[in-house]
């Protein structure tokens, strides 16, 4: 692997957190951790969530001399909503955080609700990615009949309230709310029954399970990034995936009950040139516990020298 810097021993790095002001008005709420000389690395949280960053990203990526820059997308709490937004709308405040970062060039990933993020971003900003990775992405929903196939009862019937309109999913969230915000992991385990094969049980204890249950929580503060991001998938995204010109992985497990396997197929077969890890046995959470370093390693080799 070629990297264009050379990584420091590991140590701990605090955790600056940003309120950018966007062109258009609005308010980001954006973390920033590691090495200021190091790569920037944009991660986008999956739905709900925010921009939270766990202990186990940070070692992964700071290991590496990354630069770790996450955010949570309007309408999250600490990011001014944008109504109406569709996928495509998150590309603008991607080159924003780089901007304000000082990268002309970064790479970015991003994990279930966050993959189609990350793709947009790849598609929107093709001068400036230097690679994506999908982990866990969902495909779009429209022209996709089977899209709902496979997935959790707790999705479909979210899913489903989405494509009904704001009104009806805004009071699925609202009921969905307390259980989330009062509640510790055996809790949250329980709440994703339908959702969480027994690969994902297995992670979620210790360190993971304190991490998802944070990234939840601080994602469910304010519903409307949740909300939106729901009505975002179910429509047109603004952009084709089979437009992406940059370096792309998707990460993929055949246990997966909240996004099903075929999502990630559709993805890899679809996306020029995409490196596809479509892996026997890994569920929607284990896959990254797993796979994280590896995943990193990807898309750190496209980082020119220097």
């Given at each position: ?44 949280h999956g739905t709900p969530g925010c921009g939270h960053q766990g202990p186990r990203q940070q070692r992964v990526l700071h290991e590496r001399g990354v630069r770790f820059a996450s955010y949570s997308r309007a309408g999250a709490a600490g990011s001014t909503r944008n109504p109406g937004r569709a996928v495509a709308d998150v590309a603008a405040d991607m080159a924003a955080i780089a901007d304000h970062l000082g990268a002309e060039r970064f790479l970015t990933g991003g ?196």
């Amino acid at each position: 692997m070629a990297l264009g810097y050379s990584p420091p021993t590991y140590a701990p790095w605090m955790t600056e957190r940003i309120a950018l002001d966007l062109p258009d008005g609005r308010v980001l709420d954006v973390r920033v951790s590691g090495p200021t000389d190091g790569p920037l690395f944009i991660w986008h949280h999956g739905t709900p969530g925010c921009g939270h960053q766990g202990p186990r990203q940070q070692r992964v990526l700071h290991e590496r001399g990354v630069r770790f820059a996450s955010y949570s997308r309007a309408g999250a709490a600490g990011s001014t909503r944008n109504p109406g937004r569709a996928v495509a709308d998150v590309a603008a405040d991607m080159a924003a955080i780089a901007d304000h970062l000082g990268a002309e060039r970064f790479l970015t990933g991003g994990q279930s609700g966050g993959g189609p993020h990350a793709l947009a971003t790849g598609a929107l900003l093709p001068d400036r990615v230097l690679a994506v990775l999908a982990v866990c992405s969902v495909k779009p929903y429209v022209g996709q009949p089977d899209f709902l196939d496979g997935m959790g009862a707790d999705n479909v019937e979210e899913f489903g309230l989405a494509v009904e309109g704001e009104a009806p999913l805004l009071a699925y969230l609202e009921r969905q709310r307390p259980e989330l915000l009062d509640t510790g992991v055996d809790d949250v385990i329980r709440a994703l029954d339908t959702l969480l094969p027994d690969v994902d049980r297995a992670v979620l204890t210790g360190e993971v399970g304190s991490e998802l249950l944070e990234s939840l929580q601080g994602g469910v503060q304010e519903l409307y990034g949740w909300l939106d991001d729901d009505l975002a998938f179910t429509k047109d995204w603004g952009f084709a995936v089979d437009e992406i010109a940059v370096p792309t992985y998707v990460w993929q497990g055949d246990a997966d009950l909240m996004v099903p396997f075929h999502h990630g197929e559709w993805l890899a077969a679809r996306i020029p040139g995409a490196v596809a890890h479509l892996e026997p046995g890994e569920g929607h959470l284990s896959i990254q516990v797993n796979n994280f370093g590896d995943m990193v390693d990807e898309v750190l080799a496209h980082v020119p020298r220097r």
